[in-house]
Every structure is written in structure tokens, then in C-alpha cells.
């Protein structure tokens, strides 16, 4: 989901992330943890705040 040029609202594209990303560890066993890489402040603090929401 491109947030940068073409604009997707960057709090549902890191909620949509963060639940799928909660959904295959929980399903699989491998890989055991997933990385999110982000490039500003700005998005850290957006996917701070999707980590910090309940599953």
C-alpha cells in the first residue's frame, strides 16, 4: 500500500500491516517475528500506535 505518492491513509495501511502480520505469526510457525521498517518519524509513531492496539 503506497502511502507516500498515491496517498493511502497511512494509519490503515499500518493497521492493515500490523493485523496481518499478527495473523500469519499466529498461524505459522516460522518466520517467529515480523519487522516493520519505516523511513520518518511520522510513520514510526503511526505504527507505534498500531502495535500498541489489541489484536
Same mark, same amino acid.
Do not use: C
Given at each position: 500500500?503506497?502511502?507516500?505518492?498515491?496517498?493511502y491513509? @497511512?494509519?490503515?495501511? *499500518? *493497521?492493515?500491516?500490523? %493485523?496481518?502480520? %499478527?495473523q &500469519?505469526? *499466529?498461524?505459522? *510457525? &516460522?518466520?517467529?517475528?515480523?519487522? /516493520?521498517?519505516? /523511513?520518518?518519524?511520522?510513520? @514510526? %509513531?503511526?505504527?507505534?500506535?498500531?502495535?500498541?492496539?489489541?489484536?
Amino acid at each position: 500500500m503506497s502511502t507516500g505518492i498515491y496517498g493511502y491513509p @497511512k494509519a490503515e495501511a *499500518a *493497521a492493515i500491516a500490523v %493485523r496481518e502480520a %499478527r495473523q &500469519w505469526l *499466529a498461524t505459522h *510457525a &516460522w518466520p517467529q517475528e515480523a519487522v /516493520f521498517v519505516v /523511513f520518518d518519524e511520522e510513520n @514510526k %509513531r503511526v505504527y507505534e500506535q498500531a502495535l500498541a492496539s489489541p489484536a
